[in-house]
């Protein structure tokens, strides 16, 4: 239970450094150049080659697509050089993603759960042995990953995993079943974590494997039927006492949850530049829309109603963008520890994108429930984003929890941010420093008042995390657009401070109320309703 | 309230570790750790603290907790708060 500082006072720390590099898409100006070179690529491949429509409507990207992706180099973009790679940050690597999925969630998804959460093992935690073996062919596109770790018992509770990985005469096996698998129809190599009770000299403890879906005793079972997603594969994956090579192991032996988690920590990151990417796509077209179609002698865009609503959409959509944007900074700078960063990213923005993409569909009239104009297949596309790697549920409650280990004085006092931004956002800089106090505040009361016992109140735990996550929100816009206005005066900068003013006000109200529901205490009438019908 | 006898805890640690890991076989051991051995995640541990604080009915301060990694290292808080 480590006591680790909290969320917010690191990143004040640094508050004027990592401001300027989050308008930068790379570490540096070499890396920005290869970001902007593949992202022509991928605007050019992507509008001529891509179509949704017809994605959907065969349930599979396809193999042409699978090897056009290969020979541009997209299944390396996070590979290091040395094997093949692009060697791309998470900042650059996560551009490129949130790019592609402007055009097809299904394609994206393939690529960015490939680049991210599939291969962190083998990238990050893998032998040299176990890369040199591997990576060349995956960056070539020979072999496309997959991470397992779902089980028919075990969703969110990844602890509770039946899939056994044990040693018989020497050899390691693996045996069980991983269900909803995504691009497992077609991986060549798999991350499987498994329960290894007994190995490492751990009693308990969980091993994360490389896997060969070529060898014995690997079976892919039948695609799934989803609502959306439908271009990557999804499927179980039985693993019928497979024998695994030692040197298979990704870390430690017994230590593989930690290894999970971390993962998935990157992870998120890359699925919350999809969300990003969907939001933004929505937005443009909804814009489009709402330019041509004319009702009552006017095009929708004269409304008023209709210009506040996509105003407040444009805003949402640079929230995710910038929360992203500061993710990949603390992750690429090895700044911190970026496990609840990658939480709030990952939340924040499927849940935004889902609101922004209903809300564009909404602007469409009945042109945006037309299955051609693009925006249904949005809507189903992001829905999962709000359960896959971690149910966004459960992980308010991780995040909640995490606010248990934040040393209590650090809560009572954070640096404040209203003298560090230029005039225009002075009034915004000094409404988050004081709901920053608040917040903290709240949070050593809670720990004061509840200690563990905040863990029977879920209700509460949930109402936590958005307060915090609004809050970092707040917190990563004034990071972004105190550098990007600062000293400048040019159109793009008037439309950032205004897009940053509105984000700053929706996120203080999200934050507020949620605030206001912390003090208010238990919703009575709900609990009352529940016991009544629920088995208790 | 009268403080229970170390194996009193010892059983009760037990009991709610089985129960949020209904899987875990075996013996639990007092050097068994929480995470390697038990195979709770960070969450299962601070269920594990919440679920005996409030048995207990213990004001526990959380910074007082940090250390805790072990099933042994529980049933010694534990004892140290009641005393």
Known sequence: ?536 | MTAPSADILRNDVDEIIRRIRPDFKGEIKVTDRLREDIGLDSLHAMELLSAVTEKYELDVDIEEVQEVKTVGDVVQFLTTAMA
């Open chain 1, 1 to 536: 239970m480590p006591g680790k500082t909290n969320l917010f006072t690191p990143i004040l720390e640094a508050f004027r450094q990592i401001g300027p590099r989050l308008a930068t898409s790379g570490r540096t100006q070499e890396e920005q150049e290869v970001v902007a070179s593949i992202l022509r690529e991928v605007n050019r491949y992507c509008r001529k080659e891509v179509d949704g429509l017809a994605i959907d409507r065969r349930g599979a990207l396809g193999q042409e697509m699978l090897d056009a992706v290969a020979e541009r180099g997209w299944f390396g973009l996070t590979i290091p050089e040395e094997y093949g790679g692009a060697g791309l940050s998470m900042s650059a690597a996560t551009r490129i993603a949130t790019e592609i999925c402007k055009y097809n969630g299904s394609l994206a998804t393939c690529v960015a759960l490939h680049s991210g959460l599939a291969l962190y093992g083998l990238i990050h935690l893998a032998s040299k042995d176990l890369q040199s073996r591997y990576l060349p062919e995956i960056a070539a596109g020979q072999r496309i990953a997959a991470f397992c770790a779902t089980e028919p018992n075990a969703g969110s509770d990844i602890g509770s995993m039946r899939t056994l990985l044990y040693e018989q005469d020497g050899i390691f096996r693996l045996r069980g079943s991983k269900s909803y698998v995504t691009n497992g129809g077609f991986a060549g190599v798999l991350t499987v974590i498994a329960s290894s009770p007994g190995l490492g000299g751990a009693r308990g403890g969980h091993t994360m494997v490389v896997i060969d879906p070529s060898w014995t005793g690997v079976h892919k079972q039948a695609e799934e039927n989803k609502l959306g997603l439908k271009g990557p594969s999804t499927i179980t994956i039985d693993f019928d006492d497979v024998e695994v090579p030692r040197d298979h192991v990704i870390g430690e032996v017994s230590k593989g949850l930690d290894l999970a988690h971390e993962a998935l920590t990157w992870g998120r990151s890359f699925m919350a530049a999809g969300c990003l990417g969907s939001a933004m796509a929505a937005v443009q077209e909804a814009r489009e829309h709402i330019a041509g179609r004319v009702q009552f002698g006017r095009t929708l865009d004269q409304f008023p109603l209709v210009r506040e609503q996509m105003a407040a959409a444009m805003a949402d959509v640079y929230t995710v963008e910038t929360v992203l944007r500061l993710v990949c900074d603390v992750f690429d700078s090895r700044s911190g520890d970026i496990a609840l960063d990658s939480t709030v990213a990952k939340v924040l923005g499927s849940e935004r994108a889902w609101n922004v993409i209903d809300r564009g569909l909404q602007l469409m009239g009945g042109a945006g429930f037309i299955e051609e104009t693009g925006m249904p297949r949005r809507l189903r596309d992001v829905r999962v984003t709000r359960i896959f790697e971690g149910a966004n549920d459960v992980l308010r409650l991780h995040l909640a929890s995490a606010t248990l280990g934040w040393p209590r004085a650090g809560l009572q006092e954070f640096p404040e941010v209203s003298p560090l931004v230029p005039a225009p956002l002075r009034t915004e800089a000094e409404r988050f420093d004081e709901m920053l106090r608040e917040v903290g505040v709240c949070l050593a009361s809670i720990q004061k008042q509840y200690g563990f016992k905040l863990f029977q109140r879920q209700s509460l735990q949930s109402v936590m995390a958005d307060a915090i996550m609004a809050t970092y929100g707040m917190m990563a816009v004034l990071v972004r657009a105190a550098a990007s206005v600062q000293d400048q005066d040019t159109p793009e900068t008037c439309v950032e401070l205004a897009t940053a003013k509105l984000a700053c006000k929706r996120l203080e109200s999200e934050a507020r109320l949620a605030l206001q529901t912390m003090t208010r205490g238990a919703d009575d009438e709900a609990l009352t309703l529940a016991n009544a019908v629920l088995a208790q």
